[in-house]
């Protein structure tokens, strides 16, 4: 079975811009999960989409959205860059939302200049 | 909420030899999943072990097991007879059950060293 892919793997953007990022999902798999991990902050959660729906959401201003699509395929945008806003940032998925366990992709890494 | 903490930013081992990661966490839940993520220099975070709250028995994966201690809020890592392509940081995670409006909250992870 595939894993979770994750494109583009690389992105350089300048401030002000905005960013799409997208997130393929485990066959089967339901919930989609994106994360930040920055050398400060380390991994920090963004949002939670189960069909169609974001479902949870952490702690990031509004400049980040996400959705999900009806074959799970998720994407998650950041608009306005800000420099602070270079870091990896990583999908995963799982069947459900119960808690249960998270598989991860490579990650996207945006550098913001 | 609820808070992860890995009190060892770096660990170094010498090659086959034991050695364990501590995480400790806070929360008011009493059921909950904890997790050992592994993600290896520029490579994808991988699953190493998983543990649910409500199971006494302490989760084995291999080489890899967990001491899980609820009570103090303690779930460590021990890796046994350690090799090369253990290198990597690994962090613990903690989810509730039925998901949770943080999804999972991470440490800071641990930089662990094996040395040949």
């Known amino acids: 079975k595939a894993g979770v892919t994750q494109t583009p793997r690389y992105l350089i953007k300048t401030r002000g811009q905005q960013v799409t990022l997208s997130c393929s999902p485990i066959s089967g798999h339901r919930s989609v999960s994106w994360y930040q991990q920055t050398p400060g902050q380390g991994l920090q959660f963004l949002f939670e989409?189960?069909?169609?729906?974001?479902?949870n959401k952490g702690n990031f201003p509004g400049r980040f959205s996400g959705r999900q699509f009806s074959n799970s395929r998720s994407e998650m945008n950041v608009s306005t860059l800000e420099l602070g806003d270079s870091a990896l940032y990583l999908c995963a998925s799982s069947r459900s939302m119960a808690g249960e366990t998270q598989y991860f992709g490579p990650g996207t890494r945006l550098l913001v200049l | 909420a609820q808070t992860v903490t890995q009190s060892q930013p770096e660990m170094s081992v010498q090659e086959a030899e034991t050695v364990t990661l501590s995480c400790t966490y806070d929360t008011s839940e009493s059921d909950y999943y904890l997790f050992w993520y592994k993600q290896p220099p520029s490579r994808q975070m991988i699953l190493v072990i998983r543990?649910?709250?409500?199971?006494?028995q302490n989760a084995t994966e291999n080489r890899f097991s967990v001491n899980f201690q609820k009570a103090a809020k303690s779930f460590s890592l021990k890796i046994s007879d350690s090799q090369l392509g253990d290198a990597a940081m690994y962090f613990c995670a903690y989810r509730r059950v039925g998901g949770g409006a943080d999804g999972l909250t991470f440490g800071k992870g641990t930089h662990l060293i094996i040395q040949p």
């Open positions: 543990q649910e709250a409500y199971k006494q």
């Open positions: 989409y189960f069909s169609e729906t974001q479902r």
